[in-house]
């Protein structure tokens, strides 16, 4: 059925829920998992960044650097599951302003047949006033997506 499964990840509690559901599933059908992370790039730009250059906490570079670091414990997280369950795993991560735009390329890149998410992550405010990405994926996934609550 399906062979090559997708599983964004945010490392937020339900995130992780959806990912153990997605090994699980893996696990049954025989299939491999390709495990993602989508980063945010720096928030700030033009003379906010310029100003905010100062601040340590605020620089692009240490911004990124954390971002970088966090994507590689989530995903290590992820593959140490995957690799316990001995379910054959893949892991990546992208920089993009559309998390949702970059699981959908992501997905259709790796040639893979399933999306397993969870149904929302840690986007807060901006995400409830704009749409969850999950429903953002919902929309515009050509593959079938299942969505983890």
Do not use: W
Request: with cysteine; hydrophobic share 40%; net charge negative.
């Amino acid at each position: 059925m399906y062979k090559h499964i997708l599983v964004p990840t945010d490392g937020s509690e339900l995130s992780d829920k959806a990912v153990e559901a997605a090994i699980k599933l893996a696990k049954l059908l025989g299939a491999r998992v390709s495990a993602f992370h989508s980063m945010e790039p720096y928030p700030l730009q033009g003379a906010y960044a310029a100003e905010a250059s100062g601040v340590a906490e605020l620089q692009p570079e240490l911004f990124a650097e954390r971002s970088e670091e966090y994507a590689k414990r989530v995903l290590e997280s992820f593959k140490k599951a995957a690799d316990a369950a001995n379910v054959e795993c893949a892991t990546s991560y992208a920089t993009g302003r559309s998390p949702s735009h970059a699981i959908v390329e992501k997905a259709r890149d790796e040639k893979c047949d399933l999306i397993v998410m969870a149904s929302h992550g840690r986007r807060g405010l901006e995400g409830f006033l704009l749409g969850s990405e999950t429903q953002k994926v919902l929309t515009h996934s050509t593959i079938p997506v299942l969505v983890y609550r």
